[in-house]
C-alpha cells in the first residue's frame, strides 16, 4: 500500500481495483471470490491491479471474524496416515498452537482434483494461510487467494507456476551419499526403486542417483532402473522380478519408505543379502533384520519451519520469497 | 422442542430459558457461551431447563455461519504422530470430507489441561460437533455445550461423568487372549509392560491380563508387572531389569505399541528369545526379527465409525447414546 504525504494511508477498495483494472465492479468481486467462470485475462488484469494498489481482501473479514472466533490455517499433506506426513502434521500443529490457531488438516491422496477442491475449500472458509504439499500439475489456481492476501507456504515439493515460501528436502544430495556409500562398498549392480516420477521428490532423486552412478562410472542397466511403484505390492513385484534375474542386484536404493518397505518384505522372504540403502527414516527402521542404511532428515523440522514462516507472513512479513533445504544425513540404522 | 396442537412449535430462545430457570438473561448468556466464572449450581439449574425446553444455542449461529462458510468438525487425540492416531484421524478426515466438513485435528500430548482448553477453543469457533480421545481426569466441562446440542462422540476411552456416544476397542477380550495364547505355549513366567494406568485402555487390559494368569494359575510374580512406563526409555529400563533378574521372563506382553517397541529393542540387542505379545498393530511388524504376535484390530474402523456415529447425531439423530466395540484379533506377525 502506498502512504501519502497528506496523511494515513487510505486502505483501497474494490472499486479502485475495478478502475484501475478497466472492469466492472462485479468482476472484481467475481475474481476476489474465486467465482470459477471469469475470463483468465481479465482475471489476470484484476489481479494485476490488486497487486500494484495492495488491495487486501480479507482485512475486513478477519476482523470481524476475530471477535467471535479464533484463528485457523490449513495443512494440506498426501496421506495423514503415512508417517511422514503425520510428523509435519503434528509440527505444524503444535507451531499453530503457539499462536493461538487451530490447524485445519486434509489429504489429497495424491490427487491433484481433490487438492484443488480442498485447498479453495480451505480459501473459502477464509484460512489465514494454507501449508501445502502439493501433488496437482500446478498450483495456479491458489494465484487469485495468494495475490489477496492468504499466504501459502510448500513442504516438500515446490509449487509450479507460483512464486512463494517453499521448505524442501536435500533430495539430490540424499541421493547421491546413497549411490556414493554404496560404489564404496564396492557395489556395481544397484537396483534403483522409485514410486511416480510425476513426484517431484522422486524425478529429484532419480535424476541425483542416476548422475552419481554415471560419475561412478557404474555401467548403465535399464532392468535395474525401476518407476512408477506406488503400492507395496507394485513394489514386491519389481523386487521380485529383479532377484530373478540372471544378473541381480548386490544393491538396492529405495527413493522413499514405502518403497524401503516392500524392497525389505521380499529380502526377507527370500533370505537375500543384498544391502539396502533407504531415503527416508522409520520409526522401527533400527529393528529391523537386514542391513538398513537410512537417508534421514527432521521431518518435525520441515513442518515447524513451514509453520513459523507462515506466521511469519500472517504476521505482516512482506519480504521475497524464500526456499528453506533442510539437510539430511546417511545414518546406518540396522543392528541386523 | 415440544410442540402445540395450535400451529407449528415456536423454538425457546434464552428468556425462555432464564424465566424457567429464575435466572437473569445474562446468567444464562454467560452459561451457554462458557464463561468460566459462572456459580457451579446456577449453572446446573440453567442446563436443566436447557434440556426441559430443548434449547438450543446453536441453530441460529450454524444458519448465518453456513452462508458464509462450509462445516468443521474438531478431532482430539493424544499424539498425531503416533501411527495408532493418525490412522484414526485419517478415517475421521475421510468422513468429513464426504459429509462436506473440513476436520480440525489436535493433540492433547495426555494433558488434561491441554485438552480442555483445546476442546474449549474449539467450541467457541462453534464447531458442529466433536470426536475426542479423552486424556483429563473428567470431560465434565463439555456438559453445557452437548446440553446446548454440539455432539460429542468418545474414541478409544469413555468420558468421565458424560453419557455420550463411545467406540471403544475390546480391551479385556484382547488381554485375555494374548495371555490365553503365551500360556497354551507353556509360558509361566510372563512380563506384563503397561503405560500410565490413569489410562482407560491400559487399566483395562491390565486387569483383563492379570485375571487371565490367576485363571490359568500363572504363580503372582509382582516383579514382572511393570506400569508407568511411558517413553521408551522408560520401557528399555525396565525390559533390562526384567531380563536381569534371577528368574527372567520367557514372554512378554506389552500393553501398547510403544512398549512392543521398547521391548523388542531390548530383546534384538540382548539376543534374547524371549517372546513377544504387543497390544496394537503396525506396519513394520511383519518385517521383526523377533517372534511378535499382535494384538490387532482396525483403527481405521474406530476413526470411521465414531465419525459416522457423530454425523448422523449433527443430522439430528436423538436416539439413546450408544457404545460400540471394535473387536480384537490374534495375529502371528512375525516372519522371524
Redesign the interface.
Known amino acids: 500500500m502506498s502512504t501519502s504525504s497528506t496523511g494515513a494511508p487510505r486502505r483501497p477498495t474494490m472499486a479502485d481495483v475495478a478502475r484501475a483494472a478497466g472492469v466492472s465492479l462485479k468482476t472484481v468481486s467475481r475474481v476476489v471470490n474465486n467465482v470459477p467462470t471469469v475470463d483468465a485475462a481479465l482475471a489476470e488484469r484484476v489481479l494485476a491491479a490488486v497487486t500494484e494498489l495492495g488491495f487486501r481482501r480479507n482485512d475486513m473479514a478477519r476482523n470481524l471474524r476475530s471477535r ?3 484463528a ?1 490455517v490449513g495443512l494440506l499433506i498426501e ?3 503415512n ?1 511422514f506426513y ?2 509435519i ?2 509440527a505444524a ?2 507451531c499453530a ?1 503457539a499462536h493461538d490457531t ?6 489429497s491422496e495424491e490427487d491433484g482434483d481433490r487438492e484443488r477442491r ?1 485447498l479453495l ?2 480459501c ?3 484460512v489465514d494461510g494454507l501449508l501445502v504439499v502439493p501433488a496437482a500439475a500446478d498450483q495456479v489456481y491458489l494465484r487469485a487467494e495468494i495475490d489477496l492476501g492468504t499466504p501459502v507456504v510448500f513442504l516438500d515439493r515446490p509449487p509450479t507456476n507460483l512464486r512463494t515460501d517453499t521448505v524442501l528436502i536435500d533430495n539430490a544430495r540424499g541421493a547421491r551419499s546413497a549411490i556414493e556409500y554404496l560404489v564404496a562398498k564396492g557395489h556395481r549392480r544397484i537396483g534403483v526403486l522409485s514410486d511416480w516420477l510425476s513426484i517431484y521428490t522422486m524425478r529429484e532423486r532419480m535424476s541425483a542417483a542416476e548422475a552419481a552412478l554415471e560419475r561412478a562410472r557404474v555401467p548403465y542397466r535399464p532392468d535395474l532402473i525401476r518407476y512408477g511403484l506406488h503400492t507395496l505390492a507394485d513394489t514386491e513385484t519389481a523386487v521380485e522380478a529383479m532377484l530373478d534375474s540372471d544378473e541381480p542386484p548386490t544393491a538396492l536404493f529405495a527413493l522413499n519408505n514405502r518403497l524401503t ?1 516392500g524392497a ?2 521380499v529380502l ?2 527370500r533370505g537375500s543379502d543384498a544391502v539396502i540403502v533407504g531415503f527416508d527414516d ?3 527402521a ?4 537386514h542391513p538398513l542404511t537410512i537417508i534421514s532428515y527432521d521431518a ?1 523440522e520441515m513442518g515447524r519451519v513451514g509453520a513459523e514462516l507462515l506466521f511469519r507472513r500472517i504476521a505482516g512479513d512482506a519480504s521475497r520469497p524464500q526456499t528453506v533445504v533442510i539437510p539430511t544425513t546417511l545414518i546406518e540404522r540396522s ?2
Open positions: 467471535t472466533t479464533s485457523t496421506d495423514l496416515a508417517p503425520s510428523a502434521a503434528a500443529a503444535e498452537l487451530m490447524l485445519i488438516t486434509a489429504s480442498l475449500e480451505m473459502e472458509r477464509r518397505l525389505l518384505s526377507n522372504r522409520f520409526e522401527t533400527r529393528l529391523m533384520p518435525r543392528t541386523g
